[in-house]
């Protein structure tokens, strides 16, 4: 299984808004409403920020969204602040496994 | 509280088994959920390695079948990973995670750091 597709790298001013796209198959991310979005600073552990496709767990802040069309998922991060630099990941349930993206590092600028 | 925490070998030889153990507290494996094992190579990306339903059905990454083996002892309320034939590939940070359906980890072990080398 080959990872999902992600830009390796975005960035933005703070106060901006960003999208992180995450691109699979009609066997992942395009058939599936199993799409979640990881955090992860640099040597810290992963945070669930959504899952399936659009919903935030408790405690994430609202200015994290995602949608889906088609085979492409995507994060986007309004009202960008310093502390959201890091990397992103999605992830996808396919036919019998799990598929990550290859990751997506986040700066603000 | 969920909690998760790996342990385990951090130094494996080539060649050899990678065994880690992952206990769960706060939550009853028995309960429900698949629990699973995701790595991340030393400055890379995540890799799904595999996951176990409560029920014993298993689910592994095509990429790593012939090596990978997941077991759950519900009595001890842990989970465990070997990963035969180890290479310098395979050197990376193990993670644990409860995977509440299809891909959603929404709590994660601290990750164990495991090394390949002789």
């Known amino acids: 299984q080959s990872a999902l597709t992600q830009p390796a790298s975005v960035s933005g001013s703070p106060g901006q808004s960003i999208t992180i796209s995450c691109t699979g198959t009609s066997s992942d991310v395009g058939g599936d409403k199993y799409v979640s979005w990881y955090q992860q600073h640099p040597g810290k552990v992963p945070k669930l920020m959504i899952y399936?496709?659009?919903n935030r767990p408790s405690g994430v802040s609202n200015r994290f969204s995602g949608s889906k069309s088609g085979n492409t998922a995507s994060l986007t991060i309004s009202g960008l602040q310093a502390e959201d630099e890091a990397d992103y990941y999605c992830?996808?349930?396919?036919?019998?496994?799990?598929?990550f993206g290859g990751g997506t590092k986040l700066s603000v600028l | 509280q969920v909690q998760l925490q790996e342990s385990g070998p951090g130094l494996v030889k080539p060649s050899e088994t990678l065994s880690l153990t992952c206990v769960v507290s706060g939550y009853s494996i028995s309960s429900g959920s698949f629990w699973a094992w995701i790595r991340q190579p030393p400055g890379k990306g995540l890799e799904w390695i595999g996951s176990m339903y409560h029920n014993g059905n298993r689910w592994y990454n095509p990429s790593l079948k012939s090596r990978v083996t997941i077991s759950v002892d519900k009595s001890k309320n842990h989970f465990s990973l070997e990963l035969t034939s180890v290479t310098a590939a395979d050197m990376a940070v193990y993670y644990c995670?409860?995977?509440?359906?299809?891909?959603?980890?929404?709590?994660w072990g601290q990750g164990a750091l495991v090394t390949v080398s002789s």
């Open positions: 399936e496709v659009s």
């Open positions: 995670a409860r995977d509440v359906k299809g891909g959603t980890h929404d709590y």
């Open positions: 992830c996808s349930q396919s036919i019998g496994s799990v598929i």
